[in-house]
């Protein structure tokens, strides 16, 4: 039996966010034994046919947990401001893992590598003021992202 469900989920491209990262804190090692970072957003660009604006400069980051077996565990939570002057608040959950420890230590380097070496997706979940971006606040979304020296840039998606 081959095809699709009929229930899967439409995907609609809404925009890419591309951010300038801070240097990265470390604990290391926690108290769990994993390790944990502090990565801040230092600036950023929302771009794409649904919503267009900017990373509010430092108004939060991603505090990933590195786990034994390579798997980055994001947590971000910071601002955008809309082109009209909106501000929208983003909470970031997703997984980033290479597909192989040579791709992983090149990462590790901030070098890069090729979007097909390694899988980074998010779920992120918007809070967006009364108006036109209150759709941000109703829908779900699925986020594709690509690990770039110093940067994130992550392409985002409603589902429909």
């Known amino acids: 039996m081959s095809g699709q469900h009929p229930f899967t989920p439409g995907l609609e491209y809404a925009f890419t966010i591309s951010i300038v990262l801070s240097k990265p804190y470390w604990v290391k090692p926690g108290a769990r034994g994993d390790i944990r970072a502090a990565i801040y957003a230092a600036e950023g660009v929302v771009e794409g046919p649904r ?40 909470e970031n959950r997703g997984f980033r893992w290479a597909r192989s420890p040579e791709i992983a230590e090149k990462m590790r380097r901030n070098e890069a590598v090729a979007f097909d070496d390694y899988y980074m997706r998010v779920t992120p979940r918007f809070d967006a003021p009364a108006g036109p971006h209150e759709w941000m606040s109703q829908h779900v979304f699925v986020g594709v992202a690509e690990k770039v020296p110093n940067a994130n840039r992550i392409h985002y998606f409603v589902v429909l």
């Open 51 to 90: 919503l267009n604006g900017r990373v509010v400069p430092m108004s939060g980051g991603d505090f990933p947990l590195s786990r034994p077996n390579g798997v980055i565990d994001f947590d971000a939570r910071y601002l955008l401001e809309a082109d009209d002057g909106a501000i929208i608040y983003l």
